[in-house]
């Protein structure tokens, strides 16, 4: 066990991290941002501006997104990083988020368990030899509403929405607001069971609610990963009968630039007892990273992203970017979901786009030195997004303006950071208004 002082150094780092925070007054707006924005919440004021209308309880389900529910594992290994490390396991123990493994030289036996391995000939992965990993209480919550087991109050993630929606509205766990939990280390190319799983979720949770149509919340990658879904597997006379609406948290609609800094160096979101290329092995293996590269609908030839003493790197220079940073076969994952949603259809159901901005955002790198590249971590440009992605893709849904009959509304949120976005008092006010008619 690790010394409760130092546990708490650590979930300080982590709050420190989530959106790159320099400044002691980016922190303290961060701190209350994630752990007192409850009390912020006025529902009076909610509820006077919807007391001439009809509650309807739609029911709500909770789509994550990147590193957004626990996983899971079981391990029965031949070999590991150091002799410390656990080889095997007679059952099932909590992988993400386990606090207790993000600390130096522990977290390299997270990371040998929670990489993946990629096959390019068949274009997908698989857990390393001797780890099983599986994903807890599809159709609940408790693996969506915080992601440590120990409901650690920094590691919160759709648990103040659950918790407004149960104390506020009467609603029950498990029946009118569900979660949708996947491995979000795979890109939707590898989820089909996952989908065909959700669609009978929604169609389950609209029986048990007296054919009540669903809304579908989702937060960050979750919404790429719906919309993939709703594109691919489910006809518009189904999101006719089925979804009320779609709401879309914090949508990286286009990609993020911080997945360039991912690939190349490593990212330990600023945990500061953690070496970003002690974790860069695991980031790099996820095709979840890749399928949220920038995309050329996105950014263009002007848009730099990586600039080294040799040369520049946009958009369409990916195949010698990872060639030059020692991982070809970063862009054959790249290409293999590059195309999920390049087309960008528009999702035909009514939708709700909320979303930061504001904040400082990493936009471009530039590694200063040739000795920097890919290894060292590079000097950071920011832009304008909620902390995690850019603006340009957050706005993304703005190209479905025109191009569908269904009704489109947004709501931005400043100063809201990419995570904390999920318990700001306007997210939780919208969600709440959308249950009266």
Not at 134 to 152: A, I, P, Q, R
Not at 174 to 188: C, H, I, L, T
Not at 199 to 218: D, G, H, P, Q
Not at 296 to 308: A, E, G, K, P
Request: hydrophobic share 35%; net charge neutral; charged share 25%.
């Amino acid at each position: 066990m690790i010394p409760k002082i130092f546990l708490k150094l650590i979930l300080l780092c982590f709050l420190n991290g989530l959106n790159h925070a320099r400044t002691y007054q980016e922190r303290v707006n961060l701190y209350e941002q994630l752990y007192n924005i409850e009390k912020e919440v006025n529902f009076d004021r909610v509820f006077d501006k919807v007391k001439d209308k009809t509650l309807t309880k739609y029911p709500v389900v909770l789509v994550p997104g990147y590193g957004g529910n626990q996983l899971h594992a079981r391990l029965n290994k031949t070999d590991a990083p150091h002799y410390f490390c656990q080889l095997k396991t007679s059952g099932f123990f909590e992988l993400w988020l386990n606090l207790q493994e993000i600390t130096p030289y522990v977290i390299d036996c997270f990371i040998d368990n929670i990489r993946l391995e990629y096959n390019n000939e068949t274009k997908t992965t698989k857990n390393r030899d001797g780890v099983e990993t599986k994903v807890n209480d599809f159709g609940g919550t408790t693996t969506v509403e915080y992601l440590d087991e120990s409901k650690y109050s920094v590691t919160i993630y759709f648990g103040a929405i659950v918790d407004a929606l149960v104390k506020k509205l009467n609603y029950t766990r498990g029946v009118n607001v569900r979660g949708a939990p996947y491995d979000w280390r795979k890109s939707p190319n590898e989820l089909t069971d996952y989908y065909k799983n959700f669609t009978k979720l929604i169609e389950e949770t609209y029986e048990m609610n007296n054919n009540t149509k669903v809304m579908l919340v989702a937060h960050s990658m979750g919404n790429p990963v719906s919309l993939y879904w709703l594109n691919n597997f489910v006809s518009q006379a189904w999101k006719d009968k089925y979804l009320k609406n779609f709401v879309s948290l914090s949508a990286p609609w286009g990609g993020a630039s911080k997945t360039m800094r991912l690939m190349a160096s490593g990212d330990n979101i600023d945990i500061i007892v953690v070496k970003p290329i002690s974790v860069r092995s695991y980031q790099r293996s996820a095709p979840s990273t890749a399928f949220l590269m920038p995309n050329d609908r996105f950014w263009t030839r002007d848009d730099i992203l990586v600039t080294t003493p040799f040369r520049n790197y946009t958009v369409y220079d990916y195949e010698d970017f990872f060639n030059d940073i020692g991982y070809p076969l970063g862009n054959e994952m790249r290409k293999n979901t590059e195309r999920l949603i390049y087309h960008f259809e528009p999702p035909n159901v009514e939708s709700h786009f909320l979303y930061g901005t504001g904040l400082k955002t990493p936009e471009s790198f530039t590694y200063l030195k040739p000795k920097d590249f890919p290894d060292s971590q590079p000097a950071v440009t920011y832009g304008d997004g909620d902390g995690t992605v850019n603006l340009k893709s957050l706005q993304g849904f703005k190209k479905w303006i025109g191009q569908t009959k269904y009704g489109i509304y947004n709501q931005e949120i400043p100063g809201a950071e990419h995570v904390a976005t999920l318990k700001h008092p306007t997210t939780i006010e919208y969600i709440i208004q959308l249950m009266y008619n």
